[in-house]
C-alpha cells in the first residue's frame, strides 16, 4: 500500500514587475499540510541591471511567515519598526496574529554585474488559540539552526521539533520544517505521528519515492500517521516539512488566514479603509483586490 497521498506541481504566479514564483499551496489538490497552508518557491532567477524582487507593504492576519534563501538577499521591513535583511541559510520568521504589515525588497545589482535570487517562501497558519496573538518578528543566523546527520543526509532544521531536534524558532503548533542534501544513492525514512502529514519537496536533483522519480519543483504529499521515504536518484537538495492538522477548517483570502470569516470580512474592510498600521519608510502598498 503506498504512503504517497499526491503530488503536487507548481503553478507559476506573478508577484508583479514580472517577478514570477512556483505555487504549491493551495492547490486544488490540497489546501494544506499539517499547518502549513502557502508555499512559494521564488526563482532561480537573475536580476540584471536595475531589475529587482518588489513586494510593496501588505497585510496579514492569523498565520506565521517563513522565508528561507539558497542565494540572494532580501531586505524585510515591517510595522513593527524591524528592518532585516536576510541571507542565505538563515531564517526571518514573522508571525501577524491579529494583524501586520510588511514589505520584501531586493536590492538592485550594480551596474554591469547580475545578482541571483532562489528561496522559498511559505506560511504556517495559527492554531484558533492563538490567531490574534500580538504580532512580532524573529531572525535567526544559520549557526543557531540545529544540524543533524541521517543516514548520511545531511539536514537542517529550521522550525519546529524532529529526528530528536528543536529548533530556536518559536512556533504556536506541533510541526517540522527541514533543509536537506542527499548524496546519490542515499536514503532517508520518518515516521509520522498518527495526527502528522508530512510531505517532500525537491529542490534541485532528483529524488526516487516508491518507484517514481520525481525532479524539481515537485511536491510529493505523504498520508497522515505514515512513513516519508525516499532516496536520491542523484545529488540532490531538498525541503522535508509537516505536522498536526487543526481540528477547524481554515479560511484563506488574499493574505489574510483566519478560522472565522468574519474576521477576514474584518480585515478586508480594515486595509480598505487604512486602519492597519504602517511600515516606516514604505510608501508604496498593495491596494485590497477587487
Known amino acids: 500500500m503506498s504512503n504517497v497521498e499526491l503530488v503536487i506541481d507548481p503553478k507559476a504566479k506573478d508577484l508583479g514587475d514580472n517577478f514570477q514564483v512556483r505555487r504549491a499551496l493551495p492547490s ?18 537573475t536580476l540584471l541591471n536595475d531589475k529587482k524582487m518588489t513586494v510593496r507593504a501588505h497585510p496579514h492576519i492569523g498565520l506565521s511567515t517563513i522565508t528561507y534563501l539558497f542565494t540572494g538577499e532580501i531586505m ?41 535570487l532562489e528561496g522559498i517562501q ?59 542534501r542527499a548524496s546519490k544513492g542515499k536514503r532517508f525514512e520518518m515516521k509520522l505521528s498518527s495526527d502528522q502529514e508530512g510531505a517532500l ?9 516508491e518507484g517514481d522519480i520525481h525532479t524539481r ?11 516519508v521515504a ?16 487543526f481540528p477547524e477548517k481554515r479560511h484563506i483570502w488574499w493574505n489574510f488566514v483566519s478560522s472565522s470569516k468574519d474576521k477576514i470580512e474584518q480585515a478586508k474592510d480594515d486595509w480598505k479603509n487604512d486602519k492597519f498600521p504602517k511600515v516606516i519608510n514604505e510608501d508604496e502598498v498593495i491596494p485590497l483586490p477587487e
Open 28 to 45: 486544488i489538490k490540497k489546501r494544506m499540510i499539517g499547518p502549513f497552508i502557502f508555499w512559494d518557491h521564488m526563482g532561480p532567477v
Open 76 to 116: 524585510h521591513r515591517d510595522s513593527l519598526g524591524n528592518e532585516q535583511p536576510i541571507r542565505p541559510g538563515e531564517v526571518n520568521w514573522m508571525t501577524a496574529g491579529k494583524g501586520i504589515v510588511h514589505s520584501e525588497r531586493s536590492e538592485a545589482p550594480i551596474k554591469g554585474e547580475a545578482l541571483e
Open 122 to 180: 511559505l506560511w504556517v497558519a495559527l492554531p484558533k488559540n492563538s490567531e490574534d496573538v500580538e504580532p512580532s518578528f524573529v531572525h535567526f543566523k544559520e549557526e543557531s539552526l540545529p544540524h543533524i546527520e541521517e543516514n548520511g543526509i545531511q539536514l537542517r532544521l529550521i522550525a519546529g521539533k524532529g529526528l530528536g531536534a528543536e529548533s530556536p524558532v518559536p512556533v504556536y503548533s506541533d510541526l517540522f520544517y527541514f533543509n536537506g
Open 201 to 209: 519537496y525537491v529542490v534541485k536533483g532528483k529524488i526516487k519515492v
Open 217 to 227: 519543483f515537485s511536491l510529493i504529499s505523504f498520508k497522515k500517521g505514515t512513513t
Open 230 to 245: 525516499f532516496q536520491a536518484d542523484e545529488n540532490s537538495e531538498f525541503m522535508l516539512f509537516g505536522g498536526s492538522v
